[in-house]
């Protein structure tokens, strides 16, 4: 019977994306971490950020081989994370992901397992493991997410300065301590230490279930070489920078 219910699932999922999965260089996420009994009012999902994605599109199944797939979000969305406030107590879920870039879908990802706390277990996340229990359990924030970073051009001179808007979102019960906005210049839309750091702006709080939308600069590089880049958009909470959660824009520079 689950053998049945997932040939049905993946039929019904190739009925509504078969025309484009596969189409282009559009390449699968590797990456879908589902949070494991962390919060008790919802499933936090987060994935790799795609460097030719401009959309994504998140799923859940009754178990890991797809059984009952079905779409969770309405629409193709940016950012790289979903809070799955439908998810059931006692129950566990089965997450993946679909990338898009200018329609054409990548192949559905792994699934990564997630469910609500329970309070028979020890809360576990692999992307918040320097979070302290204390933290997780009384709601406080323990990072602060980032999503729909827009540039305000496709392209800049070498020495010019990046005008970005951003979404800062807290999820948590309670205010944000002091937050640190930094942006980097990165050949990828993966944060490591071969990027340049271009500025750093401050927050004092951000209010708790709040998403405000913040303005932040940075001048890129005088010896910048020409070509594409992306701008990355990383938020930490009172200088904990291996909590941080990123988001980037795309740009390209052009010789003067």
Known sequence: ??????????????FLFGQQVGAGNTRTVNTVNASDGIYEKFVLIRWEESDKSNGYRLFRASSAAGASLQEITKSWQKSTWF?????????????????????????????????????DKMANDDLISSTTTERVATGRPGFILVSGVKADSLTYLPGSTARLETGLHNIFDEPTPSANVRIYLSTDAVWD?????????????????????????????????????????????????????????TINIKSK
Not at 219 to 231: C, R, T
Request: glycine residues 8%; neutral net charge.
């Open 193 to 249: 230490f071969d990027d340049r750091l271009l500025s750093t702006s401050t927050f004092s709080s951000f209010p708790s279930g709040t998403s405000p939308a913040i303005e932040v600069t940075g001048k890129l590089p005088a010896d910048a070489i020409p070509g594409a880049y992306h701008l990355l958009v990383v938020a930490s909470l009172e200088g904990n920078i291996l909590n941080a959660k990123t988001g980037s824009a």
């Open 83 to 119: 809070c799955d406030y439908s998810a059931e107590k006692g129950r566990d879920y089965y997450y993946a992901v679909i990338a898009a870039e200018d329609g054409k879908s990548a192949p559905l990802s792994r699934f990564d397992k997630g469910f609500l706390k329970k309070d």
């Open 1 to 14: 019977m689950r053998i049945i219910l997932s040939l049905l699932s993946a039929l019904c999922f190739n």
